[in-house]
């Protein structure tokens, strides 16, 4: 890493790479005790492998017709980061000539089939590329949930292979002639899943991300982590949503702060680091039934404070989008 606002790409590794492969453009390709007995261990050392992945070219050919792709990030993991990426898929696909796919990168804890209500379905392969999960007529989903024998196993790999897994997913998902936003929802944190993305997204290019944070600063110190990440990476930062802040109750409409902003909230965070604020989504008890039910929280219950905040968020994209292709 430098000390500026660039970042070195992460090294590249063959897919059945051992733990410790040094990348095959180090110098020590091929020849550290790490490659020994790797069947790539010649072609490394060989130095053929070192040029551009082709893959990369590739994925920007797919995407082609993709016009906005959108990675939606947290810091810290319990923050309800691909809840928020469902609710906005949910709302950004309300418009019936609006098509949106959501990509699942979180190789190991796979959670928008749930959310979209599409767990119980399976993917199809056909000529030409993996076919996304149909939620309704404008939204599909892509995950490794659906390719797992059981809803309970646990997907144990390492790098390598879950980069391998990213790669398939952006080069053989065919998502059709066009689609007019791509989610693309990743673990928490800034590791193997973000370096892959970006890396494979390199030509077609990111259009932003939507970080989620929740008030308190256990949750803020991580999210200070992600909005470095996205400045050395070099992707723009569209915004910061501030989940569960403040319960309203159903009932009397009152707001009780649960996660108390003690260092101001992500609002103050923002302000000081000079990143939008895309607005703050309290809690409602409802929004977790309506995760596990796989329905649309914001058709469900139109007249919640959370439902007007989520459509703020969502109207705030759309208004960044639409400038900027004027």
């Given at each position: 890493?430098?000390?500026?606002?660039?970042?070195?790409?992460?090294?590249?590794?063959?897919?059945?790479?051992?733990?410790?492969?040094?990348?095959?453009?180090?110098?020590?390709?091929?020849?550290?005790?790490?490659?020994?007995?790797?069947?790539?261990?010649?072609?490394?050392?060989?130095?053929?492998?070192?040029?551009?992945?082709?893959?990369?070219?590739?994925?920007?050919?797919?995407?082609?017709?993709?016009?906005?792709?959108?990675?939606?990030?947290?810091?810290?993991?319990?923050?309800?980061k691909s809840t928020t990426a469902a609710n906005l898929a949910f709302a950004l696909s309300h418009d019936e000539n609006t098509s949106v796919g959501v990509l699942d990168v979180d190789i190991t804890g796979p959670s928008i089939?749930?959310?979209?209500?599409?767990?119980?379905?399976?993917?199809?392969?056909?000529?030409?590329?993996?076919?996304?999960?149909?939620?309704?007529?404008?939204?599909?989903?892509?995950?490794?949930?659906?390719?797992?024998?059981?809803?309970?196993?646990?997907?144990?790999?390492?790098?390598?292979?879950?980069?391998?897994?990213?790669?398939?997913?952006?080069?053989?998902?065919?998502?059709?002639?066009?689609?007019?936003?791509?989610?693309?929802?990743?673990?928490?944190?800034?590791?193997?899943?973000?370096?892959?993305?970006?890396?494979?997204?390199?030509?077609?290019?990111?259009?932003?991300?939507?970080?989620?944070?929740?008030?308190?600063?256990?949750?803020?110190?991580?999210?200070?982590?992600?909005?470095?990440?996205?400045?050395?990476?070099?992707?723009?930062?569209?915004?910061?949503?501030?989940?569960?802040?403040?319960?309203?109750?159903?009932?009397?409409?009152?707001?009780?702060?649960?996660?108390?902003?003690?260092?101001?909230?992500?609002?103050?965070?923002?302000?000081?680091?000079?990143?939008?604020?895309?607005?703050?989504?309290?809690?409602?008890?409802?929004?977790?039934?309506?995760?596990?039910?796989?329905?649309?929280?914001?058709?469900?219950?139109?007249?919640?404070?959370?439902?007007?905040?989520?459509?703020?968020?969502?109207?705030?994209?759309?208004?960044?989008?639409?400038?900027?292709?004027?």
């Amino acid at each position: 890493m430098t000390n500026d606002n660039t970042m070195e790409q992460p090294p590249q590794k063959p897919e059945d790479a051992p733990e410790h492969c040094p990348g095959v453009e180090s110098a020590d390709a091929g020849k550290s005790s790490a490659c020994d007995g790797c069947p790539n261990q010649q072609i490394c050392a060989s130095g053929e492998a070192a040029g551009p992945d082709p893959a990369i070219a590739d994925i920007a050919r797919r995407l082609a017709g993709v016009r906005r792709k959108v990675l939606i990030l947290s810091g810290k993991g319990g923050v309800g980061k691909s809840t928020t990426a469902a609710n906005l898929a949910f709302a950004l696909s309300h418009d019936e000539n609006t098509s949106v796919g959501v990509l699942d990168v979180d190789i190991t804890g796979p959670s928008i089939p749930l959310l979209l209500g599409v767990a119980d379905d399976r993917v199809h392969q056909t000529s030409s590329g993996w076919t996304p999960v149909a939620v309704d007529e404008t939204l599909s989903c892509m995950s490794i949930a659906f390719m797992l024998p059981s809803k309970d196993d646990a997907v144990i790999w390492r790098g390598p292979k879950k980069n391998g897994m990213i790669k398939q997913f952006l080069r053989d998902v065919d998502w059709g002639d066009q689609l007019d936003w791509m989610l693309v929802d990743t673990p928490p944190g800034t590791s193997d899943e973000h370096l892959s993305v970006v890396t494979y997204l390199k030509d077609a290019g990111i259009d932003g991300a939507v970080l989620v944070t929740t008030p308190q600063e256990v949750a803020l110190q991580d999210v200070r982590k992600e909005i470095s990440f996205c400045r050395k990476v070099g992707v723009p930062i569209l915004g910061v949503v501030e989940n569960m802040a403040g319960f309203v109750c159903p009932g009397c409409k009152h707001t009780s702060d649960i996660f108390r902003p003690t260092t101001g909230g992500a609002r103050a965070m923002c302000a000081a680091l000079d990143v939008p604020f895309l607005g703050s989504i309290p809690l409602d008890p409802r929004i977790m039934r309506s995760a596990d039910s796989g329905v649309s929280f914001m058709d469900e219950f139109p007249d919640s404070p959370a439902t007007i905040a989520y459509q703020a968020v969502v109207d705030h994209l759309e208004s960044v989008f639409s400038s900027s292709s004027e």
